[in-house]
């Protein structure tokens, strides 16, 4: 029988400010980890997939569609604001009501909110960066009129 | 949006790089026409990157730049053409090229001048040619350019002077750049030009916008980045070709034998070979992070792809490079990787490095590795294995060590047990992980075969000649390092440069000074739902209009009532058929040929039941005889259209319309429908005076005096005349009663109740086997207080 449990922690920031720190194992309970606290939502992450494969490298979130979610995502989409996924492992024989001091970090992944869709009850996000396969060239700088005026005609 | 497809294992040799043969095969991207024609910038090109730094003798680019402004002015007398022109020559600031490394076409010619952020050369473009007589006139472009601001652009400008009839005049300008543009090298944190392939993908990430600085995991790049520097892998090209960064990425990992990872969401390359401490590639037996055993795999867990035969057959490599002598421009060459006596008369497949690896080493280095795992890996893997302690260890180019145990006999026992790489990691929300892994060949010292093969590969390091004729055109010295000159012009250089404001528009941000949108929530993210905050205008009743108007929508006239069709014919009050009455529906408002159904519903119960359809209109109408059977009941009509797609032959049905419930009839006679007259309302309880008087009229009476045959099949018919009958007082109540014979009513009484409760029955009628028909009239009185009139009951009570 196992007895591993799996926590998952998810922030929003930015360089200055942590919007939202929601976790989704402690229901309906704010617990402290990292000396912050974390409120209860019940997200999943749908996987992290690490690959070196172009476009392979993302993570989805099913969240419910909340007044409060739907503005963090929204202005994390707006802003270009980061999130931070982070899943930790556990005894679950031991304390459940709070994180314990010696649960194991098992995977963090931090991204950009690069997608949100879904339905009027939940919200698929998600995260990678917006190095997408489509688009994002280089050079990324281009010759403008600006830059050049009107060129030589040969 | 996401599109979730299925990622067979067989696609997985592919995605690492192990099996990418190149689609095209054609001329190395090095091999530039020394003698074209000048090339002129288009507005939309990519402006290039000049990215190289010439080391130990090794390094640099030939670039061929394009013009963006010309001047051409011939002499009156000779008609030699002198022809100035000005060239962008890449992205950011350059060291000062020498003068020997500027060539027009093949030959070091001309007068420079190279700046940066601005204009070079102080020349004014325009076409100033004349016609000399006795001579061809020159050709030139008309249009010349304006000039331009060239923001952040390291330019040059070159003068030459071409003799009478030369066609020399509009050869591509050359530039041997020794060192390109500076950028912040991640070995030593200094500013300057770089040939370490990470510096450009950090410089291009950057530049991108699309990757912040905190998703680059700058640790692991600065392996890379020793890992290639130690091993001579060095990036010596111009990009200037428009690429998609992630594709871009992904590709040139492989030619520096690199692996883009993305580890915790952040980027970073790593080598794909095992490296010792000081970044070179270990050749002694390597250790692996993990061994997964019988233990991890979850059911069905276990999936292989063995490389098909087609990808790993003999074949020569064919790898292109470009050698970069010191004092001449360099030229492609191709070095041929082959097993011995494999692949001798090939297949071959073409690599080309050329646009960016002027090492032979590097390109022998990238075929030996290509080669190597082509012959030596075998499969792939696909494990999926429960959570353990991996979950935290384990990254993307970690090597790990499966050790499974087949058991197909007693006495046969063997176990699938080799080294592999990790390719992809996918943790799943239920805990358990998907590992991507691909074979790691070892030798039986433990030692990796492919980091053998790449570490023992060694380029043989010939210099061939560029098959230049001893013919030479220079008019500058091959050994003049004298810098060229910094002449140039800050923008705007003429007047016919345009300004920034003809060329750029900056549309004020939402909520600012002077916005288009002014009174905006942008700082919230994004316009917010339209109320429940916006006002409620006075007068609106809650739930109204707001604002910004209603939410009713244009009526779809699909989704309404048909009109109502009139049924007509009803003779009751308010419209209510009764009986007797023919009820029509006509044609015209059924509005097709079809059918009209005609159904009662109960007034009390509610229950519907269908009386009779017409399947098409007689005389222009569809109609319904009204009956006793029909009092107390809504009539309904249903229309259908005629619709030979339906097993009926009807289309759907329509209600057409409904009639007030149809009034129900008085009693017969008989029943006593000829009563009239006043009497004690209903619950009363004071006494007054009660008279009932006879009105004269006939009455028929079924005949007793002989046994009818058929039964109550004779009758007599009598009269009566005007009588008092009866005056009583003290009379609170009174009742209709009759009762039955054989052929009818036999009675026709009056039940009379005093105010001492004493009740009283008369009979003013009687007969032996019943009354057929009464005709005669009852009047009743009673003078007590708030007298009701007598109510005829009906067929219905």
Not at chain 2, 387 to 409: K, M, W
Not at chain 2, 606 to 620: D, H, K, L, Y
Not at chain 2, 678 to 706: E, Q
Request: hydrophobic share 35%.
């Amino acid at each position: 029988m196992s007895n591993r449990a799996q926590s998952q922690y998810l922030r929003i920031f930015d360089a200055t400010t942590t919007y939202v720190r929601w976790q989704t194992y402690y229901v309906n309970q704010t617990v402290t980890l990292d000396g912050a606290s974390w409120s209860y939502m019940p997200f999943s992450a749908g996987g992290i997939v690490e690959s070196g494969a172009s476009g392979g490298r993302s993570v989805s979130i099913t969240i419910p569609a909340t007044n409060s979610v739907v503005q963090a995502f929204t202005q994390a989409l707006s802003y270009g604001r980061f999130c931070e996924l982070k899943i930790y492992e556990f005894d679950s024989r031991l304390d459940n009501t709070a994180p314990q001091a010696g649960q194991t970090l098992i995977a963090s992944y931090t991204a950009e909110v690069v997608d949100v869709s879904g339905t009027f009850t939940s919200l698929e996000v998600e995260l990678g960066s917006s190095l997408s396969p489509v688009g994002a060239q280089v050079p990324p700088r281009k010759f403008t009129s600006y830059l050049i005026g009107s060129p030589l005609r040969i | 949006m996401s599109l979730n497809i299925s990622d067979p294992l067989a696609l997985l040799a592919h995605q690492s790089g192990l099996v990418n043969p190149p689609l095209i095969e054609a001329a190395a991207e090095a091999a530039d026409d020394l003698t074209a024609q000048q090339r002129a910038i288009k507005i939309g090109d990519p402006v290039p990157i000049v990215f190289c730094r010439r080391v130990s003798n090794n390094g640099g680019v030939m670039v061929a730049p394009g013009a963006t402004e010309a001047r051409y002015e011939n002499d009156g007398t000779t008609n030699a053409l002198t022809v100035s022109t000005m060239v962008v020559l890449s992205e950011g600031d350059l060291p000062q090229i020498a003068i020997k490394d500027c060539f027009v076409g093949p030959c070091r010619q001309g007068t420079w001048n190279q700046t940066y952020d601005r204009r070079a050369g102080t020349w004014t473009p325009s076409n100033a040619v004349t016609t000399v007589s006795g001579k061809d006139p020159w050709s030139c472009p008309v249009y010349c350019g304006t000039s331009g601001r060239y923001e952040n652009m390291t330019t040059m400008s070159c003068v030459n002077t071409y003799p009478d009839g030369s066609e020399r005049w509009e050869h591509q300008l050359h530039l041997f750049v020794r060192e390109g543009m500076k950028v912040t090298r991640i070995i030593d944190s200094t500013l300057g030009p770089s040939n370490n392939v990470i510096d450009l993908a950090i410089y291009l990430m950057t530049q991108s916008g699309r990757i912040p600085s905190t998703l680059i995991n700058t640790t692991q790049m600065l392996a890379a980045a020793n890992f290639t520097n130690t091993n001579g892998l060095l990036f010596n090209g111009v990009f200037q070709e428009s690429q998609n960064l992630d594709e871009w990425l992904e590709q040139i990992s492989n030619d520096f034998l690199l692996r883009l990872t993305e580890a915790n969401g952040k980027f970073a390359f790593r080598p794909r070979l095992p490296v010792n401490g000081d970044h070179t590639i270990k050749t002694t037996a390597i250790s692996w992070e993990f061994t997964f055993t019988e233990d991890h795999l979850l059911p069905d867990g276990f999936e292989i792809q063995y490389i098909p035969l087609a990808d790993r057959q003999p074949v020569c490599l064919q790898m292109m490079w470009r050698q970069q002598p010191d004092a001449d421009i360099g030229f492609p060459r191709t070095t041929e990787i082959r097993y011995e006596n494999e692949a001798t008369a090939g297949p071959y497949e073409q690599y080309d490095l050329s646009a960016f690896c002027t090492s032979e080493t590097h390109a022998v280095k990238v075929g030996a590795y290509r080669l190597a795992r082509r012959k030596y890996i075998t499969h792939t893997l696909r494990l999926n294995v429960r959570p353990s302690s991996y979950n935290s260890i384990l990254s993307v180019g970690d090597i790990v060590r499966v050790r499974l145990r087949r058991e197909t006999a007693t006495t046969a026992l063997n176990y699938h047990d080799f080294l592999y790489e990790i390719e992809r990691i996918e943790k799943t929300s239920s805990g358990a992980c998907v590992f991507d892994l691909t074979h790691l060949p070892i030798d039986s010292q433990g030692r990796s075969m492919v980091a053998l093969e790449v570490a023992a590969a060694t380029a043989p390091g010939i210099v061939i000649a560029a098959g230049r004729s001893n013919y030479t055109c220079d008019d500058n010295s091959s050994s003049d390092n004298t810098p060229v000159g910094g002449g140039g012009i800050n923008s705007p250089a003429f007047a016919d440069t345009p300004s920034s404001a003809a060329t750029q528009l900056s549309i004020k941000a939402p909520g600012t000074s002077g916005a288009a949108v002014d009174n905006t929530t942008w700082p919230d993210g994004g316009n917010p739902p339209i109320g429940p905050n916006a006002s409620q205008p006075s007068g609106e009743a809650s739930g109204g209009e707001t604002p910004l108007g209603g939410w009713s929508n244009p009526a779809d006239s699909l989704e309404k009532d048909r009109p109502a069709a009139p049924i007509t014919g009803a003779t009751g009050a308010g419209g209510a058929p009764q009986s007797g009455d023919t009820l029509s529906i006509q044609e015209s408002d059924l509005g097709c040929a079809g059918q009209v159904c005609w159904s009662k519903i109960n007034k009390n119960t509610g229950v519907e039941t269908e009386i009779s359809c017409q399947n098409q209109a007689i005389s222009g109408s569809y109609d319904l005889s009204i009956t006793t059977s029909e009092a107390n009941h809504y009539i309904v009509a249903t229309g259908r259209c005629k619709d030979p797609s339906t097993p009926s032959g009807w289309g759907a049905p329509s209600k057409l319309n409904q009639t007030p419930a149809v009034i129900c009839p008085p009693v017969a006679g008989i029943y006593g429908g000829n009563i009239s007259g006043t009497r004690p309302p209903s619950g009363n309880t004071v006494g007054g005076t009660w008279t009932l008087s006879r009105t004269a009229g006939s009455f028929i009476v079924f005949d007793p005096s002989f046994p009818p045959n058929p039964p109550c099949s004779s009758f007599t018919t009598l009269y009566a005349g005007n009588f008092n009958l009866y005056t009583y007082s003290n009379v609170k109540n009174v009742q209709f009663v009759q009762e039955t014979g054989s052929c009818g009513p036999i009675t026709t009484s009056f039940l009379l109740t005093f105010v001492n409760n004493t009740q009283i029955t008369l009979t003013p009628a009687s007969t032996t086997l019943g009354f057929k028909e009464i005709n005669f009239g009852y009047t009743m009185t009673w003078d007590g207080p708030n007298p009701a009139q007598w109510v005829v009951p009906t067929i219905c009570d």
